[in-house]
DNA sequence: GCGATGATGAACT
DNA sequence: GTTCATCATCGCA
């Protein structure tokens, strides 16, 4: 299997993200430990005119991977309990990133299901923060790059284009109109719009 | 089954 | 002090 390199990671953020389905995301913790998922769902997140986007003002303590060169990763601690994953695209100085929001578990799943707390195939990994949690990925993980032989990304067949659904962002309180989430129509790991992303706050956000 | 709510840490104003 | 690119669980129907 072949691994994807730079030429792969160094194009525009929303080019990235619909590439990235169907490749593979490889772990590989310790001998013979190698946790592997398919890509199944994306997000991008550009540093320009994105406010949804952490690096939108500028260049932080927090963000400063993501305007690291293509390929690296973006690891980033939310809500108190979960990480978030994401690979920088575009060349070294611009700020984008594509979120990784769901995949689809392919190898380790013996260690998905320990670190999940659950069998259920399409639970392991059909979030954002649930697939981070199963591939095992945390902060030791900022800022490095999947060109390395810790993480990387395998080479696969590219999901026919019409099988790519296209919809806004999902889980934002700002520029929700945007529609760069993408993600494989016909998976069954894709994040479920699990129970109404709380109607009331959104409302709020908005100014209703 | 569905929808609302709490948990919980770090960055930002 | 508030916000946040979330998830699991509790309450109610």
């Not at 190698?34 to 199944?40: D, N, W």
């Not at 990304?153 to 099988?163: F, R, T």
Request: contains cysteine; charged residues 25%; hydrophobic residues 35%.
């Amino acid at each position: 299997m072949k691994r994807l390199g730079s030429d792969f990671f160094n194009v525009p953020t929303l080019v990235l993200a619909e590439r990235l389905l169907g490749k593979i995301f490889v772990h590989r913790e310790g001998p013979g430990k190698v946790i592997k998922g398919r890509i199944v769902e994306t997000e991008a997140y550009l540093g320009d005119g994105d406010e949804a986007c952490h690096a939108w003002r500028g260049m932080t303590d927090r963000n400063r991977a993501m305007f690291g060169p293509p390929g690296t990763l973006y690891i980033y601690f939310s809500y108190g309990c979960h990480y978030m994953a994401n690979i920088v695209s575009e060349p070294e100085g611009a700020a984008g990133a594509v979120l990784l929001r769901a995949m689809e578990p392919i190898e380790g799943i013996e260690w998905m299901q320990t670190r999940r707390k659950t069998g259920e195939m399409t639970a392991l990994m059909s979030g954002p923060g649930k697939l981070t949690q199963a591939l095992g990925i945390g902060p030791a993980l900022y800022g490095k790059s999947l060109l390395g032989d810790t993480c990387w990304l395998e080479e696969a067949p590219d999901i026919p284009h019409e099988m790519v659904g296209i919809s806004p962002r999902i889980g934002i309180s700002r520029s929700t109109g945007l529609p760069w989430r993408r993600f494989v129509s016909d998976s069954p790991h894709v994040s479920k719009t699990q129970s109404g992303p709380s109607a009331k706050k959104r409302k709020k956000a908005v100014g209703m």
